[in-house]
Each structure stands twice: as structure tokens, then as C-alpha cells.
């Protein structure tokens, strides 16, 4: 098993704990494209409370690798994205807090 399939198995099995209805495909893809920063620990997680991390999540993710337009709608879905994942979590992994942006705006085939 290469390193990117474990930190994968590793996605899933946490999207699972949380109930979180995500396609193992899209993790993985999102996972790849993530490329090294998720052997990153630091990298690897979301500071949920962290204002600045969050205009980069929404900057850096949303608008340029999506192709979404800025507004209050995304920073109400990075919202709703981190309590799904759970505020108190201590492992909002990046990986499957943006599959859950990636789905939540009907993006996909951005990872097809």
C-alpha cells in the first residue's frame, strides 16, 4: 500500500466515524491533489477557528481551483462544512473538508 492509498484509507475511514457521505473516488482524487501537504501534519488538518486560513481555504480552493465567484455564500458553506466535520474535531482533514466543498457545490468533474 503506497503512502497516498493509507493517508486515503485513513480519509475514509474518519469520513465514515463522522457519518459523512462521500465517495471514496472524490476523497482519493482530492487526496492527489492535495499532493505532499498532506504528509504535512500541520498542512494536513484545517484550523477551523482560524480566520486567515479560512479566506486561504476560500481564496486558494474555492475561487481559483473551483472557479467560484467570492461572496458570503462561501464562507457560510466553509461554515457549514466545519460543523459537519465538527468544530471540537480536532482531525478536519483538509482532504475531506474540501471533497465536502467540492460536493456541496456540485464541483465533481473539477476531479473527474
Not at 475511514?13 to 459523512?20: D, G, V
Not at 471540537?88 to 483538509?94: A, E, L, Q, T, V
Amino acid at each position: 500500500m503506497s503512502k497516498l492509498e493509507e493517508k486515503v484509507a485513513a480519509y475514509v475511514a474518519e469520513a465514515k466515524k463522522l457519518n459523512l457521505t462521500l465517495d471514496e473516488k472524490l476523497i482519493a482524487a482530492v487526496a492527489k491533489g492535495l499532493g505532499p501537504s498532506i504528509y504535512n501534519a500541520d498542512a494536513e488538518t484545517v484550523a477551523g477557528s482560524d480566520k486567515a486560513e479560512l479566506d486561504r481555504l476560500k481564496n486558494n480552493f474555492l475561487v481559483k481551483k473551483l472557479g467560484l465567484k467570492d461572496g458570503p455564500e462561501l464562507d457560510k458553506a466553509i461554515g457549514e462544512v466545519i460543523e459537519q466535520v465538527g468544530k471540537s474535531n480536532r482531525n478536519k482533514y483538509r482532504a475531506i473538508i474540501y471533497a465536502l466543498l467540492v460536493k456541496k457545490f456540485k464541483k465533481e468533474s473539477v476531479y473527474a
